[in-house]
Nanobody, 124 residues
Framework: QVQLVESGGGLVQTGGSLRLSCAVS????????MGWFRQAPGKERDFVAA????????MSADSVKGRFTISRDNAENTVYLQMNSLKPEDTAVYYC?????????????????WGQGTQVTVSS
């Protein structure tokens, strides 16, 4: 059973930075594409960024391009989301997700495993 646990969320001022981590247990990340999604109150879960197994392919939403960077350490079974230049509209619960696929996806329904989420709040 694959388990994902996010950490690193918190309260930060506009323009600040946070680094989210997603620790995976239960099996190796080999062959898994990983994604980050976020959900604000009353809104749908939105794609943020995704990365494939060997880090050769990354994707990110237009709203975070140039500010957020997804990366992974397969040896440590961990995926990261470095978030810089944070804005109040980035406030949401951030979720890590995994799918056994060589290609990452921006569609949440493609992912099989999800973490419990970590809250990110950006104050103005």
């Amino acid at each position: 059973q694959v388990q994902l646990v996010e950490s690193g969320g918190g309260l930060v001022q506009t323009g600040g930075s946070l680094r989210l981590s997603c620790a995976v247990s239960g099996r190796t990340l080999s062959g898994y594409a990983m994604g980050w999604f976020r959900q604000a109150p009353g809104k749908e879960r939105d794609f943020v960024a995704a990365i494939n197994w060997n880090r050769g392919i990354t994707m990110s939403a237009d709203s975070v391009k140039g500010r957020f960077t997804i990366s992974r350490d397969n040896a440590e079974n961990t995926v990261y989301l470095q978030m810089n230049s944070l804005k109040p509209e980035d406030t949401a619960v951030y979720y890590c997700a995994a799918v056994r696929s060589i290609v990452p996806s921006k569609f949440p329904e493609r992912y099989d495993h999800w973490g419990q989420g970590t809250q990110v709040t950006v104050s103005s």
